[in-house]
């Protein structure tokens, strides 16, 4: 074996063990997604989506709460236009992920920005925090392990939707409470970032106590002001 064929098969492990590393530090977050893609796949089937319908939403929509969030919204008869920019804002985070891994990602080529695109989720963002993470197969292993694994649960949600009478009664809802939760306290790194969390928390509670439909998203931009704000004051400080 001469040395470029060496090179070459290095290169290769290199690849499939970043691969499999990144599809094990998943893993944690690939189960405990398992009651939501349940949720997501009854909650499409009592909206009235026929099962072909609801496999393809969980594995083109690809975003446990927008997709939960637009299958209540239809089943109340909203616009498309209300569901459209309701999702638009919900899943906006999105754009900070992107933004954070652009040094990253834009240097590489199309075949891999494409498919990170898609595959990127808080799970995702969430195990790529460190730089030495951000390898184009270790996001691949670790994206395309938990997409397989919301399309898997989705699918038996869909199946226990139509074997199981009154399925939402488990309150599999939970498990969206607990994944965001783990997502989330790593990134409580100071007190800005933990005042930030409580106002998001407590505006949360009284803005639904209050009926109020918006009332997470709005929640979620008071928190992040407050947190900018706070930040901006110990600055100047």
């Not at 783990?182 to 407590?202: D, H």
């Not at 918006?214 to 400080?237: D, F, N």
């Given at each position: 074996?001469?040395?470029?064929?060496?090179?070459?098969?290095?290169?290769?492990?290199?690849?499939?063990?970043?691969?499999?590393?990144?599809?094990?530090?998943?893993?944690?977050?690939?189960?405990?997604?398992?009651?939501?893609?349940?949720?997501?796949?009854?909650?499409?089937?009592?909206?009235?989506?026929?099962?072909?319908?609801?496999?393809?939403?969980?594995?083109?929509?690809?975003?446990?709460?927008?997709?939960?969030?637009?299958?209540?919204?239809?089943?109340?008869?909203?616009?498309?236009?209300?569901?459209a920019i309701?999702?638009?804002?919900?899943?906006?985070?999105h754009f900070?992920?992107?933004?954070?891994?652009?040094?990253?990602?834009?240097?590489?080529?199309?075949?891999?920005?494409?498919?990170?695109?898609?595959?990127?989720?808080?799970?995702?963002?969430?195990?790529?925090?460190?730089?030495?993470?951000?390898?184009?197969?270790?996001?691949?292993?670790?994206?395309?392990?938990?997409?397989?694994?919301?399309?898997?649960?989705?699918?038996?949600?869909?199946?226990?939707?139509?074997?199981?009478?009154?399925?939402?009664?488990?309150?599999?809802?939970?498990?969206?409470?607990?994944?965001?939760?783990?997502?989330?306290?790593?990134?409580?790194?100071?007190?800005?970032?933990?005042?930030?969390?409580?106002?998001?928390?407590?505006?949360?509670?009284?803005?639904?106590?209050?009926?109020i439909e918006?009332?997470?998203?709005?929640?979620?931009?008071?928190?992040?002001?407050?947190?900018?704000?706070?930040?901006?004051?110990?600055?100047?400080?």
């Open positions: 074996m001469d040395l470029s064929q060496q090179q070459l098969s290095a290169t290769t492990n290199q690849k499939s063990q970043d691969f499999m590393q990144g599809a094990l530090d998943i893993l944690p977050l690939s189960i405990a997604v398992l009651p939501w893609g349940i949720l997501a796949g009854s909650v499409a089937i009592d909206a009235g989506l026929t099962i072909p319908q609801a496999v393809a939403m969980s594995a083109v929509v690809f975003a446990g709460a927008a997709q939960l969030v637009s299958l209540g919204m239809w089943s109340a008869d909203a616009t498309a236009i209300t569901i309701t999702v638009f804002f919900l899943t906006s985070q900070i992920y992107a933004l954070t891994l652009r040094k990253d990602i834009s240097i590489l080529a199309s075949y891999y920005r494409i498919p990170l695109g898609f595959l990127l989720t808080d799970e995702l963002f969430a195990v790529a925090m460190r730089k030495s993470q951000r390898r184009p197969y270790y996001l691949l292993g670790a994206g395309l392990s938990f997409y397989l694994a919301w399309v898997l649960f989705s699918v038996l949600g869909i199946y226990l939707a139509s074997t199981i009478p009154n399925l939402s009664s488990l309150h599999l809802d939970f498990s969206i409470v607990a994944v965001l939760v783990a997502i989330i306290v790593p990134f409580i790194k100071n007190w800005v970032s933990l005042v930030g969390v409580f106002t998001t928390i407590i505006c949360s509670l009284c803005l639904t106590a209050l009926h918006a009332a997470i998203l709005i929640s979620g931009i008071l928190g992040m002001g407050v947190s900018v704000y706070m930040e901006r004051w110990e600055k100047k400080a």
